[in-house]
């Protein structure tokens, strides 16, 4: 199997190149794909089997790449506030 995509989500694709499947952080499912060739002369039961297979490692995989929370942006300082200087009365 062969993975390839970024931190959020991970494509992996079957050893035989007939299914290939992208999965985000959450194991959700977001992309399928088959070779042309993907049902020909594969019974149902073996490319359910190498469907499941290929989902359940891209859920791992984009699992493992999941980038670490968020640190909020520091906060700046407060300015200080200017006083108000009244105007001296002679």
């Known amino acids: 199997m062969t993975m390839a995509g970024n931190t959020a989500s991970a494509t992996v694709t079957s050893r035989d190149g007939l299914v290939r499947a ?6 959700t499912l977001t992309g399928l794909e088959f070779a042309p060739t993907a049902f020909d002369g594969n019974d149902p039961a073996s490319l359910a089997r190498t469907v ?3 989902v359940r490692q ?5 699992q493992q790449h999941e ?3 968020a640190t909020p942006p520091p906060v700046p300082p407060r300015p200080t506030p200017r006083r108000n200087r ?3 009365q002679v």
Do not use: N
């Not at 891209?58 to 984009?62: E, L, Q």
């Open 86 to 88: 009244h105007a001296r």
């Open 58 to 62: 891209g859920a791992a995989r984009a």
């Open 52 to 54: 499941l297979d290929v």
């Open 22 to 27: 992208t999965v985000d952080s959450t194991g």
């Open 67 to 69: 980038p670490p929370a």
